[in-house]
């Protein structure tokens, strides 16, 4: 193969594996971080009045503004862990928990 085919693939890859991180998906949450009262298509003011804080971080997608993820610390007695909301053009479209880290668009 060339390394002309061998980047286009790779690149091909990336893009595809990237459009799956952005998709509307279902949402994941616990009754311990109580991100499984979350629903696509809220506000952030909706999600902000459900986790009863401001989120502790918020990474926004280089190449489209319209994408923010914003993590949420939940369980910071036992240890931290983080709900991700990610949300296009402020409406949620996915939401996580039980993450160690905080999230990176």
């Known amino acids: 193969m060339t390394r002309t085919a061998t980047l ?3 690149v091909l890859g990336i893009v595809v594996g990237l459009s799956g991180c952005i998709e ?3 949402i994941r949450g616990s009754i311990h971080s109580l ?3 979350l629903r ?7 999600v902000q009045q459900i986790m009863g804080r401001p989120p502790s971080h918020v990474s926004v ?4 503004a319209l994408f923010v993820c914003r993590s949420y610390l939940y369980d910071e007695m036992l240890s931290a862990k983080f709900v991700h909301v990610t949300f296009e053009d402020n409406l949620v479209i996915s939401a996580s928990d039980g993450h160690r880290k905080v999230c990176k668009l």
């Open 35 to 37: 991100s499984y009262q």
């Open 61 to 64: 997608a280089p190449q489209n």
């Open 24 to 26: 509307k998906g279902p």
């Open 40 to 46: 696509v298509d809220m506000t952030l003011e909706d």
């Open 8 to 10: 286009f693939l790779a």
